[in-house]
């Protein structure tokens, strides 16, 4: 199964709280794990990434953490700004298909609120 | 700029018409893609090209039909238009065995 299911849909957060943004996957075969954000009328950015082998990535407010067992990764952004208002969008790579085909999830709409 | 760029950014056309889209990428990259974004903004990659080469082919309609001129380039020409095929469409590139694809900033086409 080549799905990455993400959740929530949608979050509201208030300036320097939490936001949480969880993926979940099937396909054992996934060997790469990117975060992109989105904003309004631009293409996706890259933000972070993680590899299987890894439980936890952190890049400034950004975290990744990885539950390989349970085939589920998160987005942690600590001390959310108002800035950080986008789309972001989970996505997973196929090892087995080759060229860095990306498999992306449904995408969770962040609105930080000052 | 190294970046990946596209045009046009808007394009508005009529059901039936033809039209292409080109991209460019400058980051030396040897795998370009195309994904379209559709109104609930999913992204679902259609095509892949690595060297001039098409090595993805999803179940898109062989209404659109991408073109690989050089590793740098690929562009896509859509006939015969249909208000289905409204959705921004990505351009994005990547060098294999990397994962990270870096995308262009999209070009909106609404079909009237």
């Known amino acids: 199964q080549q799905q990455v299911k993400q959740s929530p849909q949608s979050l509201i957060v208030q300036k320097g709280g939490i936001s949480i943004i969880n993926c979940a996957y099937e396909?054992?075969?996934?060997?790469?794990f990117p975060w992109y954000q989105q904003f309004p009328g631009k293409g996706p950015a890259l933000l972070i990434a993680i590899r299987p082998d890894v439980s936890e990535k952190k890049e400034g407010r950004f975290t990744i953490s990885f539950n390989k067992s349970a085939k589920q990764f998160s987005l942690h952004i600590m001390d959310s700004q108002p800035g950080d208002s986008a789309t972001y969008f989970c996505?997973?790579?196929?090892?087995?298909?080759?060229?860095?085909?990306?498999?992306f999830g449904a995408g969770t709409r962040l609105a930080v609120h000052p | 700029d190294t970046a990946v760029s596209q045009t046009p950014k808007y394009l508005v056309t009529q059901m039936g018409n033809d039209k292409s889209i080109k991209c460019e990428q400058n980051?030396?990259?040897?795998?370009m893609y195309w994904y379209k974004q559709d109104s609930k903004k999913f992204l679902k990659i259609m095509f892949s090209y690595n060297n001039k080469e098409l090595i993805i082919n999803e179940t898109v309609p062989n209404r659109f039909s991408p073109k690989s001129p050089d590793k740098a380039h690929l562009n896509l020409h859509i006939n015969s238009l249909e208000l289905g095929d409204s959705a921004v469409y990505f351009c994005?590139?990547?060098?294999?065995?990397?994962?990270?694809?870096?995308f262009g900033p999209g070009t909106r086409l609404t079909v009237t």
């Open positions: 980051l030396g990259h040897d795998t």
């Open positions: 996505a997973a790579r196929n090892a087995l298909s080759g060229y860095n085909k990306l498999i």
């Open positions: 994005a590139s990547s060098q294999v065995g990397i994962g990270t694809a870096f």
């Open positions: 396909n054992t075969a996934f060997d790469y």
